[in-house]
């Protein structure tokens, strides 16, 4: 019944902090990721590393509530972990990954529409599974048993059984920033951003 967005990273292949970089408009990369999320109208909770005082102070900003995760540092798999137990009592959470500010609302508000407790949906782009992915509860206890730097991947799997497909036409949903050339080239092709 909410996003959980992953903003806890070390941004090491971008070089600098990532989240911050301006796209298009002038607007930091996080503030492109939320507003796409919560123009569903959806809770929005993002997990952040301990001393990341510009993210923070974005978040602020934007009136956006976050979690300082304690041990980021250890990876992904901590940080979704950590996240998932400060959201127990949501039937369902959609994992949305910070850096993806191309995603359409639309098709977060579909994925969102598709949540149940006992399922997992993913979105498809042409045949690949993309970001975020939701997870019902019954999914909570093996995402908060993770750690080090794997994601939920291994819960995916585990679970596919349990996997609901949803095909999109966003390309948004593979896209994600791992250099400022990702930024640039988005920029060259026009690549729509995910704004309300």
Known sequence: MGWLVLAAGQSRRFGADKLTAKMRDGRALLAH???????????????????????????????????????AEAGMGAS????????????FCGVALADMPYIRASTLAALHERGEEERII???YHERQGH??????????????????????????????ALLRLDVEDRGVLCDVDTPDDIHEARQEGVAYSLP
């Open 80 to 91: 979704l972990a950590w996240g998932v137990s400060q959201v127990r009592d949501w039937m």
């Open 132 to 161: 975020p992915v939701i997870f019902g509860r019954r999914f909570y206890p093996q995402l908060m048993a993770l750690g080090g730097d794997a994601g939920a991947k291994s819960v995916l799997q585990r679970y596919s059984d």
């Open 33 to 71: 990721t939320l507003a796409a999320l919560t123009a569903t109208e959806q809770p929005v909770l993002v997990v952040v590393r301990p001393g990341h005082n510009a993210v923070t102070a974005l978040l602020d900003r934007l009136d956006v509530p976050y979690t300082v995760c304690p041990h």
């Open 122 to 124: 993913a979105p498809f």
